[in-house]
């Protein structure tokens, strides 16, 4: 995982509600493991039905092309817990969301993919939906170090990250080198575990 | 840390009241990492052929290997044809993960429900009439609805394709803790009104985002009294108030439903397993950091009209108008109108429908085919309407049709089709064409979630038969 430490783009504005998982990476673009989920992303949204880019899709507007911030509304990322739309998102090239909020598996998703998901206090969301959707693009500035977000108007926006998540994204870590590290600990608590509840592992009708 | 914790099943007298969230958490906590995660240990892992997929190339590339294949099953469902004579190839699109899950189970000695299995069915429907599911144990696979499973007292999830392949290196899951969160559902259901309806009501009521964060048990009288299967479409949709784990206390009916089960316990294995899950509930005086309620006494069948699963009416009801809707609010709901070609006002029964879908691990288990097709009394699908039964697994396929419910159907002129996820996701070629409308006991409405351009309304699998029969969004109640 690419680490993830600072990023300056033009913020891309999509501003709604509930953009769920099956809008960011529809099924037709999960067919195969070959597909590039970049193509995929906002699939229904941004093709118009001969294939095309429909040009009045945010994402098809050039002023907005090379961005790597997503600007949306509330509950972002429902539904669906397939992981590709975050994929879609990273490939896309798109390594920060931020939103009035999140659901629990896009969130997690996010992490586990060197994405920042920020979830902006109202009075702050509001502040960058009226900067962002300007005929001029805003440009934002995100440090993951110092959990601010700064805006090319001077604002400078603080957002709360978990201390262990911050690292995850600095160092790019993998975290299942992280928990098999703690091999020692798992095979002791698997054992107390196993002698407590004997059912849990030796079931029914296995080898 | 380990030792300063006490067994889910050992009440100490001194210790605080413990909800049922917290004692199966604790139980499986083997490392507090900060910030509120946890590093849990996973007994039950089930795996799909898509959500797995890139999982197994990573754990390929990386050199690592499965860490407890015992604790570890697949099954093929997503992607899967559901030809009534399916093989492996009948939806080209899918072979890849069909036989790359395959390979995989193969090579890891992972226990698999293949394409041609007795045992093969949608993931959360094999997973409890297979005993997989168990009180008070983790269970995870990646799909949003493994909820389904809390149905048992199992603290069940739904997870994402990185997770996929953490489990499968190590067992174990850091997890953020959810806070506790009650719903007591009381009264008697009325004729005609199913768990889908209270379900479908509680989201209405309670939105989308109620649950994000959270942990969803399920109490009260109307659900004490409710069969495994009912508590298991409540459960399944936790997901769409936007809650990962949604559960309830096992009781009796719990157990007389695992009772000889394969993958059960059995024996003297069974009575332990028995004496430790009678503990599972929560403590009087147990905290929560909300409790809601219903009463369903009077309930009606629920339908939806819009593109979230709380854009929901009684079935008598109209879309509401914009007026009654708060301003930001407003411009979504045009949205939704307008893909839904309904406008604010229209009432919802006799509208016409093109497609009839009952299936999906919310209503697709014998339960759910048998009182759908009692419903049927020897009428016909209305011309021009398109239903289909896609039973949640093949063994729930091969049980109804040794009580000829499939014939019920299929005269009635019904699909009868093999088990898989369907139209519930629309990834293989089982599709609601484009600005349609369909009537679906799946979980999800949202834009293009059938098929591009799909309107779906989702309801019980009694509403779907009346709509199928009427050839409109019917009431199973006034059936003509
Ligand atoms: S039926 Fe639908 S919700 Fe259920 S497991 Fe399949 S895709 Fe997921």
Redesign the interface.
């Known amino acids: 995982m690419e680490p993830l430490i600072e990023l300056s783009s033009v913020v891309l504005p999509l501003i709604r509600d509930n953009v769920d998982t099956d809008a960011i990476i529809p099924a037709a673009y999960m067919r195969s493991l070959a597909t590039d989920p970049a193509t995929g992303l906002f699939g229904r949204w941004r093709y118009r039905a001969d294939g095309s880019d429909d040009p009045d899709f945010v994402l098809n507007d050039p002023r907005y092309r090379g961005t790597r911030i997503l600007l949306s509304g509330a509950n972002f990322g429902c539904g669906s817990s397939r992981e590709n739309a975050v994929w879609a998102l990273e490939r896309y090239g798109i390594r920060c969301v931020i939103a009035l909020g999140f659901s629990d598996i896009f969130h997690e998703n996010c992490f586990k993919n060197g994405v920042l998901p920020i979830v902006a206090a109202p009075r702050d969301h509001e502040r960058l939906v009226q900067l962002c959707t300007q005929a001029q693009p805003a440009v934002a500035r995100i440090d993951v170090k110092g959990s601010t977000i700064a805006t090319a108007g001077g604002d400078t926006l603080h957002f709360d990250l978990d201390q262990r998540k911050r690292a995850l994204l600095m160092n790019g870590t993998d975290e299942i080198d992280v928990t098999l590290a703690s091999g020692a600990r798992i095979r002791e608590f698997r054992k107390r575990h196993r002698r407590d509840k004997p059912w849990l592992y030796a079931n029914g009708d296995r080898q | 840390m380990?030792q300063g914790l006490h067994?889910a099943d050992v009440t100490r007298r001194d210790a605080p009241p413990r909800s049922l969230l917290a004692k199966i958490w604790d139980?499986?906590m083997?490392?507090d990492?900060?910030?509120?995660?946890d590093?849990l240990?996973v007994?039950?892992h089930v795996l799909q052929e898509?959500?797995s997929?890139?999982a197994f190339?990573a754990l390929r590339q990386?050199g690592?290997s499965v860490a407890a294949p015992?604790?570890t099953y697949a099954t093929q469902d997503h992607?899967l044809s559901t030809l009534p004579n399916r093989t492996e190839t009948s939806f080209a699109?899918?072979v890849?993960?069909i036989r790359?899950l395959r390979r995989n189970c193969n090579d890891y000695?992972i226990?698999l429900f293949d394409v041609d299995d007795p045992r093969q069915g949608i993931v959360h429907v094999v997973a409890a009439e297979l005993?997989?599911a168990?009180p008070?144990?983790t269970f995870v696979c990646?799909?949003?609805h493994t909820a389904t499973l809390g149905a048992f007292g199992a603290l069940s999830w739904?997870?994402?394709?990185?997770?996929v392949?953490?489990v499968l290196?190590?067992?174990?899951l850091?997890q953020?803790k959810?806070r506790p969160l009650r719903i007591h559902i009381d009264g008697t259901l009325a004729r005609n009104v199913t768990p889908k309806d209270i379900i479908l009501r509680v989201i209405r009521e309670h939105g989308?985002?109620a649950g994000?964060?959270h942990a969803i048990e399920y109490a009260g009288s109307t659900v004490t009294a409710m069969t495994m299967e009912g508590r298991m479409t409540i459960c399944n949709m936790s997901?769409e108030m936007?809650?990962?784990f949604g559960f309830i206390a096992p009781d009796d009916t719990t157990f007389d439903y695992l009772h000889g089960?394969?993958?059960?316990?059995?024996d003297r294995?069974?009575d332990?397993?028995l004496a430790?899950w009678r503990a599972l509930k929560s403590d009087p005086g147990a905290a929560f950091v909300r409790s809601l309620s219903l009463d369903v006494g009077t309930l009606k069948p629920q339908v939806s009209w819009g593109t979230?699963p709380a854009d929901v009416v009684d079935i008598d009801a109209s879309v509401p108008d914009l007026e009654s809707v708060a301003g930001g609010r407003r411009e979504?709901m045009q949205?939704a109108l307008a893909y839904m070609g309904l406008a604010p006002g229209q009432r919802l029964e006799g509208l016409p429908v093109d497609v009839v879908f009952i299936g999906s691990c919310t209503n697709a288990r014998l339960s759910d085919l048998r009182a759908a097709a009692a419903l049927i009394g020897g009428r016909k699908v209305a011309p021009r309407v398109r239903a289909l039964v896609v039973p949640g697994s093949t063994s729930v396929r091969r049980a109804a049709e040794r009580e000829g419910i499939d014939r019920i159907f299929t005269n009635a002129g019904f699909e009868w089709r093999a088990a898989g996820c369907s139209m519930c996701?629309?990834?293989n070629d089982d599709a609601v064409p484009p600005g349609a409308r369909a009537v679906s006991t799946s979980n999800?409405n949202?834009?293009?979630?059938q098929g591009?351009g799909a309107r779906t309304h989702l309801a019980s699998p009694l509403t779907a038969v009346a709509s199928a029969l009427a050839g409109s969004i019917a009431d199973p109640s006034r059936l003509a």
Not at chain 2, 33 to 37: A, H, P, Q
Not at chain 2, 158 to 163: A, H, Y
Not at chain 2, 169 to 172: D, G, K, L, N, S
Not at chain 2, 446 to 449: D, Y
């Open positions: 380990l067994s139980d499986h083997i490392d990492l900060g910030g509120g995660v590093l240990q007994d039950r898509v959500s997929a890139a190339q990386s690592r015992g604790q992607i699109g899918g890849e993960f790359f000695g226990t005993g997989i168990l008070g144990c990646g799909d949003s739904g997870i994402g394709t990185s997770e392949g953490h290196a190590t067992q174990t850091t953020e959810p989308i985002t994000v964060g997901i936007g809650a990962r089960r394969p993958f059960a316990p059995q294995a069974w332990a397993a430790s979230t979504a949205k996701l629309a990834i999800r949202f834009e293009g979630r591009p």
